[in-house]
């Protein structure tokens, strides 16, 4: 009798531990899934910041692409004529000041030159795919000449780059170049300005 009364005991003891250890294990699978999932949250975000930055990469890289075209533009034996709608400043007319904004940047129909802006090739890679969702595309301004009084204001506190030209001995004009990409994904805008002396 005594035997069969502790032999009862003892199982319905088991029965309470085993409720117990489910109950503990299913808190300890909760924790865990709460881990996983804050770290693929974590990792997720991780991703999205690398993929943006390696599209700004890309579009810095376009556009100084566009700039190296614009180079090639101004180093050739005769200029084309300048108009504005053309992408060509002279040093009278008023460039385009939001060099972030997407629409000072849009491409006429059908690409091209035109709506104030140049556009540079297309960059491709080994397997002659784009390597950009648009064109890059720049403007060049002519700057204001030697000794102008408006030549103090013209860009990025260079003012007057003529007039230090003159001091060193140097002859040319001096063209402000900005260039643009929009990057692999169209949505990574960067610009880059630059000054250009064409020898005379």
Do not use: C
Not at 59 to 83: D, R
Not at 107 to 121: E, I, K, L, W
């Amino acid at each position: 009798m005594v035997n069969s009364l502790n032999e009862r005991n003892f199982s319905g003891l088991g029965n309470y531990q085993r409720g117990a250890a489910l109950l503990v294990s299913l808190v300890i699978l909760l924790v865990l899934t709460v881990l996983a999932l804050s770290s693929m949250q974590g990792t997720s975000l991780q991703e999205r910041m690398v993929s943006s930055q390696r599209d700004a990469q890309i579009a810095l890289e376009g556009a100084e692409f566009a700039l190296q075209e614009a180079e090639t533009v101004l180093s050739g034996g005769t200029l084309p004529t300048f108009q504005p709608s053309n992408g060509f400043y002279d040093e009278d007319d008023p460039a385009p000041v939001a060099v972030l904004d997407h629409a000072t940047w849009a491409a006429p129909s059908g690409g091209g030159h035109g709506n104030g802006t140049r556009q540079a090739p297309m960059p491709k890679d080994e397997d002659g795919n784009d390597l950009l969702a648009a064109n890059p595309r720049y403007f060049i301004k002519a700057t204001p000449a030697t000794g102008a009084a408006s030549s103090a204001g013209f860009g990025l506190g260079v003012g007057a780059a003529g007039d230090s030209m003159q001091q060193s001995g140097l002859s040319g004009t001096v063209y402000r170049v900005v260039a643009f990409s929009s990057g692999a994904s169209g949505q990574a805008g960067r610009a880059i300005e630059a000054y250009v002396v064409r020898a005379d």
